[in-house]
C-alpha cells in the first residue's frame, strides 16, 4: 500500500512539474497596417485584439503567466540601416506619464534589422500578471536589469530607461476601442504614443506553476500526513 501510494504521489508531482504552454498572437485588426519606428508599446495580454491558443486550440491565459519569448515583426518598408540588437525592457504601466515597476529584460536582442524580418527575443524568471497592462520598451544591448532599475544616485526608473532607449521599425496593425493607455510609444519622454495601433507580435508564456522540487516535497508531505493518519 505504501508503494503504490508513493508512486501515485510521484505521478503527481511529474504531472504538476510540466506546464501549459499559450501563444499569444495580435489579430489582423479592422483597418490598415502601417510601418514605423517606435519606442515600444503598452497592452495586457489579454485584451481583445489579442488570440490566445495552447496546442493550436482557442484558450483562455490564467491569471498569471511565465514568459518566454517575444517575437516582434519588422517593419515592411523603411531604412535597412536601422537601430538593430535591441532588447526589451518591461515595466508595469503607469497613469502618470512614467513608466511603473521594472518587471524584467530580455536575455537576447533583436538581432540585424531586415526589412520585413523578425526577431524572438526570451526571457528568464519574468512572470506577468494576464490582466495587467505592461509597458515594452526597446532598450540599447548594453542595458541591463541593474543600470534600469539603480536609484541610488537619485535617478527614476524614467531617466535610467531613457538613458538606454532606442527605437525600432515594427508593423503595426490598427485597432478599434484600444483601452486607455494601449498603444504604441512614439517618444521616449512616455507622453505620446499612437492609440490605435499595436505592433503585430506574438508572447510565448506557460501557466506559472511550483518548482518540481517544491511540488514534489509538498506531495511527499501531503502523503507522509495520510499515511500518518491511516495507521492512527
Known amino acids: 500500500m505504501i508503494k503504490n501510494s508513493l508512486i501515485s504521489l510521484v505521478l503527481a508531482s511529474a504531472a504538476l512539474a510540466g506546464a501549459t504552454e499559450y501563444t499569444t498572437v495580435t489579430d489582423s485588426g479592422t483597418g490598415t497596417t502601417g510601418n514605423g519606428g517606435y519606442y515600444g508599446w503598452c497592452s495586457k495580454l489579454t485584451d481583445t485584439f489579442y488570440t490566445t491558443t495552447s496546442e493550436g486550440e482557442s484558450a483562455t491565459l490564467p491569471d498569471s503567466v511565465s514568459l518566454t519569448s517575444i517575437t516582434v515583426n519588422f517593419a515592411t518598408s523603411g531604412d535597412s540601416g536601422a537601430n538593430s540588437n535591441l532588447k526589451i525592457a518591461i515595466y508595469e504601466y503607469s497613469e502618470d506619464g ?57 535617478s527614476t526608473l524614467l531617466s535610467n530607461y531613457q538613458a538606454y532607449s532606442s527605437t525600432l521599425r515594427l508593423a503595426v496593425t490598427q485597432q478599434s476601442s484600444l483601452p ?53
Do not use: C, H, K
Not at 526597446?138 to 532599475?149: G, K, N, P, Y
Open 98 to 154: 512614467t513608466v511603473g515597476s521594472f518587471v524584467g529584460l530580455s536575455d537576447n536582442t533583436t538581432g540585424t534589422w531586415t526589412t520585413g524580418g523578425t526577431a524572438t527575443l526570451t526571457f528568464t524568471d519574468v512572470t506577468l500578471s494576464s490582466d495587467t497592462q505592461y509597458q515594452f520598451f526597446f532598450v540599447t544591448e548594453s542595458a541591463t536589469a541593474e543600470a534600469l532599475t539603480d536609484t541610488s544616485s537619485g
Open 180 to 232: 486607455s493607455g494601449d498603444g504604441t510609444y512614439t517618444n521616449n519622454s512616455v507622453s505620446g504614443w499612437e492609440g490605435m495601433y499595436i505592433p503585430q507580435v506574438t508572447y510565448a508564456t506557460t501557466a506559472s506553476v511550483p518548482e518540481p522540487a517544491t511540488a514534489t516535497l509538498g506531495l511527499l508531505a501531503l502523503g507522509a500526513l495520510a499515511l500518518r493518519r491511516r495507521r492512527a
